[in-house]
């Protein structure tokens, strides 16, 4: 089993950027799939971003082209850089690790990290 930290949330004007990091411990890292979700007030939880061992990348339509998910094997840790941030982009951030690589939820979550997107 997995155990996942994430950090670099906060506040940022609409526009900026933001890069979040997921580290993992306690397993193979590279065998998992990961994935960044998010859930805003009152919403469900949602994909945002995946990537699977084999590096092929996932996103949802609405942060394609503005969001980038990457992972370092050797830090054990993956990455989302977020751009041209808009306000609708608040929400907890959470990271996921999954061995079967079908980005439906399931394995191991992060405590989550808030994301504010707001002047």
């Known amino acids: 089993q997995v155990q996942l930290v994430e950090s670099g949330g906060g506040l940022v004007q609409p526009g900026g950027s933001l890069r979040l990091s997921c580290a993992a411990s306690g397993s193979v890292f590279s065998i998992y799939a990961m994935g960044w979700y998010r859930q805003a007030v009152g919403k469900q939880r949602e994909l945002v971003a995946g990537i699977t061992r084999f590096g092929s990348r996932n996103y949802a339509d609405s942060v394609k082209g503005r969001f980038t998910i990457s992972r370092d094997n050797a830090k054990k840790t993956v990455y989302l850089q977020m751009n041209s941030l808009k306000p609708e982009d608040t929400a907890v951030y959470y990271c996921?690790?999954?061995?079967?690589?079908?980005?439906?939820?399931?394995?191991?979550w992060g405590q989550g990290t808030q994301v504010t997107v707001s002047s």
């Open positions: 996921n690790a999954d061995l079967s690589g079908d980005f439906r939820g399931f394995g191991s």
